[in-house]
């Protein structure tokens, strides 16, 4: 009897303990996402949503959980300041996508330069190649990134700061990535003759930190 009982206490102390993992977890991510908004109500920073800031970054982590899912900023700051709100979270939406572009690129060249050395993967038909591969993907993706919340600030001269954080689903980004890449893969001789390797490359995506 006494084992029976021994076994069920243990069994409970497990459940116990797996439980309160993620709430523990839960609450770090509430105890960052606070600080966070500290320090950008300090710099002036508002949210243009109907939540508290708190809330919206503290969601952004929980969505973080997911591997699949990969956060983007679009900013809109400084010389590029805009005139007015509506026009800010626009041109910060934009700012995303072609971020997202930007680091495709960046990621496919390192690869590849990794994998056939400097001498061959940076070539000037590979500039080229890298360039229309990131406008290509700049195309693609749009639509599939998501806008979660923005954040703003007017500044002395009446223009507008802007921070719109986003998601993709790195499922999904990677057939917009092979879609680009299938477009440009016969125009170049290097691509084509190395295509399932680069291909693999663009299908992989990016190392994503959880938190």
């Known amino acids: 009897m006494k084992k029976y009982l ?32 500290r320090e950008y109500v300090a710099d002036g920073w508002k949210t243009d949503g109907l939540k508290p800031m708190s809330e919206y970054i503290f969601d952004t ?3 973080l959980q997911d591997q699949n ?16 709100l509506n026009q800010a979270k626009q041109w910060a939406y934009t700012s995303a996508i072609v971020e997202y572009g930007k680091q495709a690129r960046m990621m496919l060249r390192g690869r590849l330069t990794e994998e056939f050395g400097a001498g061959l993967a940076d070539s000037p038909s590979m500039d080229n190649f890298y360039e229309a591969y990131e406008a290509l993907v700049v195309k693609e993706i ?3 990134i998501k806008k979660i919340f923005g954040i703003y600030r007017t500044k002395d001269d009446g223009t507008i700061d802007y921070r719109a954080y986003c998601l993709v689903n790195e499922e999904t980004a990677a057939e ?6 299938e477009r440009l893969k016969e125009e170049y001789d290097f691509i084509r003759d190395n ?14 930190d959880s938190f």
């Open 61 to 63: 982590y929980l969505k």
């Open 142 to 144: 749009n639509g599939q």
């Open 69 to 84: 899912n990969q956060e983007i900023v679009g900013t809109v700051q400084g010389a590029t300041s805009a005139k007015t």
């Open 195 to 208: 295509a399932e390797v680069v291909a693999d490359f663009v299908r992989k995506g990016f190392e994503i």
């Open 6 to 37: 021994l076994c069920a206490m243990m069994c409970v102390m497990t459940i116990t303990s797996l439980v309160a993992q993620p709430r523990t977890s839960e609450r770090k991510m509430w105890k960052t996402a606070k600080k966070q908004t």
């Open 176 to 181: 917009s990535r092979i879609r680009a890449y």
